[in-house]
């Protein structure tokens, strides 16, 4: 394969709300630059980078996909990434390695809340971005309406570059408003304006030319001047507004129909920058963004950052990376900076969707792919040794969201362990957790939709099947007041007997001090070599508590007194002895139940405020601040866990999915005495 320099790539990100087209106009975008010879649909499972078979049964993105097409002597790396937001780790990582964004909406269904969400992400990574109206050809289609949105949402720098000539059925082309000409169907033959278009046209043109004039000195002079700008002029502001973020040209056309994706590629290469106008991020120790920031080069020493990692059962691990400066080569060694170990470079990919084209190199500003590298994941640099590099990370979202797994079979059970460790190599919003407190495998991701995913996947790779449940809350049990146990093991069996006589001492301690054991017996009552085989008993006594049989903390346990037989007693008897005193203790200590608190932040925009504080108060929450920004508020609130187990969901439904949490644990309080036993009652009845 030809290789192209950093000034003839460029790497996009397809972003937009779940169904606005993305992988239709991807696929439409292949056919045009003649990658494939036959267009793809979605409805068919046929499509270039829908080739999961989770994405053909659900017929939405899951993973991102790398379609390389040529056009004019430029390649342009698209990357289609899902619009589905449980997902949103695919697009951050998408984001990270391009130099520009193609956020798509649908001219039927307006400025929909995913397209939002990715603006956001835009905005705060400062991202280039082009604007694409699909669907012209669509029932409900409208140009204008779906302006007015945009500039609502967006802000008036979205611009048109384009006017659509007629909508829905009636859709048959575009007017390019730099250079004031019409062009029809697929083939965009050149004419002239529509007589009844001529006015609007005129009318954006010179809000187009404005808003490019108000960017640039020169042109602003004379527009001011009543000079006329040329195309070339233009064109060459335009360019540079976009790469600065002050302008955001709109394009429109139809990805079904294939109508304005050849003027959608023109400007993809005129105004998306290249490789070689991004400078290169490097990571400061912590592993966050530096300061310190490197012009990209073929000829310096490489650094490549890994931004994908898959699992395959046939292949292996197959690792994406995107080569920021110098180049990497097939068969080759390289330096992984993060873990300081050198990895063996195989045969290099260029990857097409599910397809791999063996290339000898990757040059500066391309991307590629390789497998089985044995200690390289996501995030990681890849560089040469002599002049080691870390470029900064890709910042993937917290998972919010868990399900407790449990193998189907006993067969499932030895490979429940390797097929999750896989799975979180490759999804790093995935979280895998052992919860102590209840013995559970909990699996934590983005949403219900996600985890889904998940379980289907292991199932077909890994062959492991899984049911999953909402986990169980890991309750504990502690004591209000000091107390005492005592127990007395005696046994007689004929020949040696069993004795074992233990006094206890319980005493509650501050919330999260632990459990503490301590030795008060004096006289020999209890011989000294007994004495660890009595604590043994109590961390036995320990593990179930007296009310529910959940684990027992903050407590300090004191031996005292006890008695023993010079023939009959042994270390079990004592153990027995320890572990029974103790629970008897617990009984007469007043216990209670202790459920775990967690932090929660919300974000939601400031309509939906009141319902989400309204909410919260259901839930036994209590809020303890609010911080309103830019027409969103951040709810602080604390909230018992066993509440929001399925907040993801919930906040979702509330908001239209607008709003966002996150989730952290932050400490044990008292159950309420009424859901005390509601939890209590159910665990015996489960019991039995």
Same mark, same amino acid.
């Given at each position: ?443 934590? &991701? %983005?949403? +219900? ?8 996947? $292991?199932?077909? !790779?890994?062959? /492991? ?119 008897? &203790? %617990?009984? +007469? ?8 608190? $967690?932090?929660? !932040?919300?974000? /939601? ?84």
């Amino acid at each position: 394969m030809e290789q192209y320099g950093l000034e003839n790539i460029r790497n996009l990100v397809l972003l937009s709300h779940s169904g606005a087209g993305k992988t239709s106009l991807s696929e439409a975008m292949l056919f045009d630059t003649k990658a494939v010879t036959r267009l793809g649909k979605v409805d068919d499972g046929t499509t270039t980078s829908d080739y999961d078979p989770d994405e053909v049964k659900r017929k939405i993105s899951i993973n991102l996909s790398i379609i390389p097409c040529l056009w004019q002597g430029n390649k342009t790396n698209i990357l289609d990434a899902p619009g589905y937001p449980d997902f949103v780790g695919e697009v951050k990582a998408a984001m990270r390695v391009s130099e520009g964004a193609l956020v798509v909406i649908c001219a039927a269904s307006g400025v929909e809340v995913g397209a939002e969400q990715v603006w956001g992400y835009c905005e705060e990574a400062n991202l280039p971005r082009l604007i694409f109206i699909n669907k012209m050809d669509r029932e409900n289609a409208d140009f204008s309406r779906t302006m007015d949105e945009v500039r609502e949402k967006f802000g008036t720098r979205c611009v048109p570059v384009q006017l659509p000539i007629g909508a829905q059925n009636d859709f048959q082309g575009l007017i390019d408003l730099l250079t004031m000409k019409s062009y029809l169907a697929t083939e965009m033959n050149e004419g002239e304006i529509p007589s009844q278009l001529q006015e609007e046209a005129n009318s954006l043109r010179d809000k187009l030319v404005e808003a490019v004039a108000e960017t640039d000195d020169v042109l602003i002079k004379k527009y001011l001047d009543d000079e006329e700008l040329t195309r070339e002029e233009i064109g060459g502001a335009l360019r540079n507004a976009v790469a600065a973020g002050k302008v955001i040209p709109v394009l429109a056309g139809s990805a079904l129909r294939n109508i304005g994706l050849t003027s959608l590629l023109e400007a993809v290469a005129s105004y998306i920058p290249a490789p070689k106008d991004q400078d290169m991020v490097l990571a400061g120790d912590s592993g966050e963004e530096a300061e310190q920031r490197i012009k990209p080069s073929q000829d310096g020493p490489l650094a490549a950052l890994v931004f994908k990692t898959t699992a395959d059962p046939y292949v292996g691990k197959l690792t994406y990376f995107r080569v920021y400066t110098g180049a990497i080569d097939s068969n080759s060694q390289v330096w992984n900076a993060q873990h300081g170990a050198m990895e063996r470079i195989g045969q290099l990919f260029v990857v097409k969707g599910k397809n791999q084209e063996p290339v000898p190199q990757l040059g500066a500003g391309d991307i590629g792919a390789v497998a089985k590298l044995s200690v390289t994941g996501t995030g990681d640099t890849l560089c040469s040794k002599e002049k080691p590099a870390k470029l900064a990370s890709i910042a993937f979202a917290k998972p919010i969201y868990s399900l407790a797994v449990h193998p189907k079979t006993k067969a499932d059970v030895d490979k429940l362990g390797t097929a999750l460790t896989r799975i979180s190599e490759e999804d790093l919003t995935i979280e895998v957790r052992r919860e102590m407190g209840t013995h559970e495998t909990v699996l934590w &991701g %983005m949403g +219900e939709t996600h985890l889904n995913v998940v379980a289907e996947k $292991m199932f077909r !790779k890994f062959g /492991v099947g899984v049911t999953m449940e909402t986990p169980k809350v890991p309750y504990q049990e502690t004591i209000t007041t000091s107390a005492r146990g005592e127990y007395k093991h005696k046994k007689q069996t004929g020949g040696h007997g069993q004795y074992g006589h233990v006094l206890l001492e319980l005493e509650p301690l501050s919330r999260g001090s632990g459990m503490e054991f301590a030795n008060k017996v004096v006289g020999g009552t209890i011989p000294r070599n007994y004495i660890p085989a009595v604590e043994k008993g109590v961390n036995e006594g320990i593990q179930e508590g007296a009310l529910g049989g959940y684990p027992v903390v903050d407590i300090k346990t004191t031996v005292y007194d006890g008695s023993f037989h010079p023939v009959d007693s042994s270390e079990i008897c004592f153990k027995i002895a320890g572990a029974q005193a103790f629970k008897r &203790g %617990m009984i +007469e200590g007043q216990p209670i139940l202790l459920e775990p608190i $967690m932090n929660l !932040k919300v974000t /939601v925009p400031d309509d939906y405020t009141g319902d989400i504080i309204g909410d919260l108060n259901t839930k036994r929450a209590r809020v303890v601040g609010m911080n309103p920004e830019h027409g969103i508020n951040i709810i602080e609130a604390q909230a018992p866990l066993a509440e929001v187990q399925r907040y993801a969901i919930d906040l979702r439904s509330m908001t239209q999915a607008r709003g966002t949490f996150t989730m952290e644990f932050s400490h044990y309080e008292e159950t309420p005495a009424l859901v005390a036993q509601k939890v209590i009652a159910a665990k015996q009845t489960e019991k039995a």
